[in-house]
């Protein structure tokens, strides 16, 4: 953690410790990629690591084994079929920024873990593949956003394959998403004839040639008006490009970073990620503009980053990151103060003191033990089963951050363990992959089913767990569906379902905190309830709950 590092020694010299934290939320950039599947966010993920010089070459994204493994996918499920399944976090420093990127899955089954991890961004990159526009995935992914008031880049991706009209694609980004759109450079052509991009500010021209795969791409830069220009690039394809930048400026829109970062505003990006085309123009201007690490809501209200002491939040669990040491590992975002190797910090949830003595600075599946954090960094916490997601830890005065709730899940299955004899390994894994958030767990009300019900966005969830207590426990178990797509919690608990009596065409669990879950098997049947029973309130989001250790099983 180089930047990181370099504060050290400055505050070792001249004890201005206000003035290194200052420095240092001043330099750092936090932000997660969000997208649909194969829009490229991995291969974007790998290029900008490759302009930030902490990889020398990057491994796009195959299923066939003769690409390079990527360096933000580290399961091995991820490794077989191509797909990034778990978030990961990658720090490396750009010029004079430090940047945090987590990465998120891009695969629509693992949303839930996406939701998580945008807890923990300042800024969110939404990439879009040219020839889509916006996807299912990319539209519940932004509503995230929007809830949590998260400033928006869309990077358009796939610039060099056949597409839709570029001015279609923001107007799609408006209309649909209510979302003004900015765009900051705009491209020269499409497909075969993608030629570069024209910076809007600067009136630049950035012209590029494919380079030798997974290097960095050669930039030649022109000022629009430069006579060489057209000796370069068709002159239709010029003209072109210069007719729809002089619509968008009598469209009347302007930049206003204000409305960048209160999430209405989306600045917007041309490029080809797999080609290079507009990755390092879109780095340069993303840094430029992105917020910087921000206040963020607790039980005291507001805490600013620049807060004395050290506070952060945990946003994700992962076990087995290294299945060589079976080891579980907490993501913890630093919020505010600076964060120091064996300091005592307190556990908010439940009172302790805790000495984290083995701090790790993570990046994919590397790690190494880091000696100080700033507000913006991740770090990774050894858990030895007293973390659980959305825990606070600090430093001088109590301050506990807003927990992370859960999202509805579409897909549900017992999860059978044929074998008695391995019921503790079995027990183990499933209470272990329930504390990281890999799967929501439910119960059946009739406490003699004691088998779980697992709870996921998509299918490929449910074999993921399958998978890893195969694997990382030595238990095989068997699914049966259930035949429901809708879950809604009851808002008011146990005593607003008792009023209502009996309902029909539905089935009622409990969730880890024996909350009441209504499962429908279709909206069908969630909205004749509604009809059925208007004071009912039901929820999609589950709220957070404070204090209160979930059932295990």
């Known amino acids: 953690m180089s930047g990181s590092q370099a504060t050290t020694g400055q505050a070792t010299t001249d004890g201005d410790l206000a003035q290194v934290l200052a420095s240092a939320v001043d330099r750092r950039r936090n932000?997660?990629?969000?997208?649909?599947?194969?829009?490229?966010?991995?291969?974007?993920?790998?290029?900008?690591?490759?302009?930030?010089?902490?990889?020398?070459?990057?491994?796009?994204?195959?299923?066939?084994?003769?690409?390079?493994?990527?360096?933000?996918?580290?399961?091995?499920?991820?490794?077989?079929?191509?797909?990034?399944?778990?978030s990961t976090v990658l720090q490396f420093d750009y010029g004079t920024t430090t940047i945090n990127l987590l990465d998120t899955p891009g695969h629509q089954d693992f949303s839930e873990d996406t939701y998580r991890t945008l807890a923990a961004a300042d800024n969110a990159v939404m990439l879009e593949d040219a020839a889509k526009g916006l996807e299912p995935q990319t539209r519940k992914l932004f509503e995230v956003c929007r809830m949590r008031k998260i400033p928006i880049f869309t990077f358009i991706n796939k610039m060099d394959r056949p597409g839709r009209e570029p001015l279609m694609l923001l107007d799609e980004i408006e209309s649909e998403l209510g979302l003004t759109p900015w765009a900051v450079n705009w491209p020269i052509g499409s497909g075969e004839q993608f030629r570069g991009v024209i910076d809007r500010r600067t009136k630049e021209v950035v012209l590029f040639s494919r380079a030798?795969?997974?290097?960095?791409?050669?930039?030649?830069?022109?000022?629009?008006?430069?006579?060489?220009?057209?000796?370069?690039?068709?002159?239709?394809?010029?003209?072109?490009?210069v007719e729809e930048m002089e619509f968008l400026e009598a469209a009347g829109a302007e930049l206003?970073?204000?409305?960048?970062?209160?999430?209405?505003?989306?600045?917007?990006?041309?490029?080809?990620?797999?080609?290079?085309?507009?990755?390092?123009?879109?780095?340069?201007?993303?840094?430029e503009m992105a917020q910087r690490p921000i206040a963020r809501s607790s039980s005291d209200g507001l805490v600013d980053p620049l807060r004395e002491g050290f506070s952060g939040f945990v946003f994700k669990l992962q076990a087995n990151m290294d299945p060589r040491h079976r080891d579980r590992v907490a993501f913890v975002r630093v919020c505010s103060g600076r964060f120091?190797?064996?300091?005592?910090v307190k556990h908010a949830r439940t009172g302790k003191a805790i000495r984290l003595s083995r701090p790790q600075k993570l990046f994919g599946q590397d790690r190494a033990v880091v000696e100080?954090?700033?507000?913006?960094?991740?770090?990774?916490?050894?858990?030895?089963?007293?973390?659980?997601?959305?825990d606070t830890l600090y430093v001088g005065s109590k301050v506990e951050y807003e927990g992370i709730p859960c999202f509805s899940p579409e897909i549900f299955s017992w999860l059978r363990n044929p074998n008695?004899?391995?019921?503790?390994?079995?027990r183990k894994g499933v209470n272990e992959l329930r504390e990281e958030g890999a799967v929501q767990i439910l119960?059946?009300?009739d406490e003699s089913k004691r088998d779980p019900i697992l709870a996921a966005v998509g299918q490929l969830q449910l074999e993921v767990v399958q998978h890893r207590?195969?694997?990382?426990?030595?238990?095989?178990?068997?699914?049966?569906?259930?035949?429901?797509?809708?879950?809604?919690?009851?808002?008011?608990g146990w005593a607003e379902l008792e009023k209502v009596g009996r309902i029909f065409n539905c089935k009622t669990v409990r969730d880890a905190w024996n909350r009441p879950v209504l499962l429908f098997k279709n909206e069908w049947n969630l909205n004749q309830l509604r009809e059925d029973h208007p004071d009912l309130e039901l929820s999609s989001v589950a709220p957070v709950v404070s204090g209160v250790e979930p059932i295990s099983l």
């Open 31 to 86: 932000f997660a990629i969000i997208s649909h599947p194969d829009a490229g966010k991995t291969t974007l993920t790998e290029k900008l690591l490759l302009y930030g010089g902490a990889i020398q070459q990057a491994g796009a994204v195959k299923a066939r084994g003769e690409q390079r493994k990527v360096t933000s996918d580290w399961m091995e499920l991820e490794k077989q079929r191509g797909i990034s399944i778990t």
């Open 372 to 390: 100080d954090a700033y507000p913006g960094d991740v770090i990774g916490l050894n858990n030895p089963g007293m973390f659980s997601i959305g």
């Open 340 to 344: 120091e190797k064996d300091m005592t």
């Open 212 to 241: 030798e795969r997974g290097k960095q791409a050669n930039e030649q830069r022109l000022s629009l008006d430069d006579p060489a220009l057209r000796e370069l690039v068709e002159e239709e394809l010029l003209d072109l490009a």
């Open 469 to 492: 207590l195969e694997n990382e426990y030595g238990v095989e178990t068997r699914l049966e569906p259930l035949g429901f797509q809708v879950a809604r919690w009851i808002n008011g």
């Open 443 to 445: 119960y059946d009300t």
């Open 420 to 426: 008695p004899s391995a019921f503790k390994n079995f």
């Open 256 to 287: 206003d970073i204000e409305m960048v970062h209160a999430g209405e505003l989306t600045p917007v990006f041309f490029g080809s990620a797999m080609t290079n085309f507009g990755v390092r123009p879109f780095l340069d201007a993303f840094l």
